[in-house]
């Protein structure tokens, strides 16, 4: 299947740092990549939908300024965190969905960053 | 925009026997219709998917069904072993490149 990758897989900052992660599709082009946020034991929040070339698609209650998606290639997507609070510390997972044929609607997991806000 | 609802929350199930996690969607427009595992602190992983041209699919230990009239669908695994033991969601989609909406998960226990 396609492997989806992503960095870092965890990061501590301090209050007030902005964190950058990348979302990358190894062996495919994913046209449509996907942002989500998870809290412990509650399911994926979609954030935002990032197709490549274009604007991201930010979903009602995210902060387009706070949290900064660019899908610059085919293969790559990143999410910016900017001035980080406690709040945001959580599990940020990416998916991507590559095109045509049977696996358009297959989103496939990056492994996610667990983001640690001092 | 599409409402996805999962039950139950928690299962727990004596290895060997049957687990079924059922869920409804709302949008009569979504054709796609995934399920995934996921271990703890690890990624969704994709077990099996259905579309709407379909009433049923299988795949060894593990089953899904498809009840578009009722907008309901259901994972069935069967002979149930402790590395089921996970948290299962189910999601909906319109398909193609339409965003894909989750349900809020069942957390499954296999009893050895």
């Known amino acids: 299947g396609a492997v989806v990758s992503q960095h870092p897989s965890r990061v501590i900052c301090k209050s007030g740092t902005s964190v950058k992660i990348e979302c990358r599709s190894l062996d495919f082009q994913a046209t449509t990549m996907f942002w989500y946020r998870q809290f412990p034991k509650q399911s994926l929040m979609l954030m935002a939908t990032s197709n490549e070339g274009s604007k991201a698609t930010y979903e009602q209650g995210v902060e387009k300024d706070k949290f900064l998606i660019n899908h610059a290639s085919l293969t790559l997507s990143t999410l910016t965190v900017t001035s980080a609070h406690p709040e945001d510390s959580s599990f940020y997972i990416c998916s991507a969905r590559g095109r045509g044929g049977e696996g358009t609607d297959t989103q496939y997991f990056g492994p996610g960053t667990r983001l640690t806000v001092l | 925009g599409e409402n996805v609802e999962q039950h139950p929350s928690t299962l727990s199930v004596q290895e060997g026997d049957s687990a079924v996690i059922k869920c409804t969607y709302s949008d009569s427009a979504s054709n796609y219709f995934p399920w995934y595992k996921q271990e703890l602190g690890k990624r969704p992983q994709l077990i099996i998917d259905?579309?709407?041209?379909?009433g049923e699919k299988k795949d060894q230990r593990i089953a899904v069904t498809l009840n578009k009239t009722a907008k309901h669908f259901s994972l069935h695994i069967t002979e149930t072993q402790p590395e089921d033991s996970a948290v299962y969601f189910c999601a909906a989609s319109t398909g193609g490149y339409q965003k894909v909406t989750f349900g809020t998960g069942t957390k499954l226990q296999v009893i050895p």
């Open positions: 259905i579309r709407s041209n379909v």
